[in-house]
């Protein structure tokens, strides 16, 4: 394996801030996932509360450990360079999306 100059990784406990986040991880998982018990027809949406207030009394718990593993890749010049919109290109979508 090489080392990518331009692509970085940090492992790190997760915290109380990131909650949100792995709540909706969580929820494009089940969407991908698919069929009745990862998304039943009742649409009942009480669970990302659950999982959120179970996340939350995890994180302090001493016998579980979850991890947030963050990617930070180096964008190359042209692509970081401001748009003529002023906006950066990568957050202003793609060329010819209307924005």
Do not use: Y
């Not at 509360?49 to 001493?62: H, I, S, V």
């Amino acid at each position: 394996m090489g080392h990518d100059a331009g692509h970085h990784t940090d492992v790190r406990l997760a915290a109380e801030h990131d909650i949100a986040e792995l709540v909706r991880l969580r929820q494009l998982l089940f969407e991908d996932l698919g069929g009745d018990f990862f998304n039943p027809s009742s649409g009942d949406d009480d669970w990302r509360d659950a999982l959120a207030e179970a996340l939350k009394e995890r994180l302090t718990a001493d016998a579980v450990r979850i991890l947030v593993v963050e990617a930070i890749r180096a964008l190359p010049p042209a692509a970081s360079a401001p748009s003529s919109s002023g906006c950066p290109a990568p957050a202003c979508g793609t060329a010819g999306s209307g924005r």
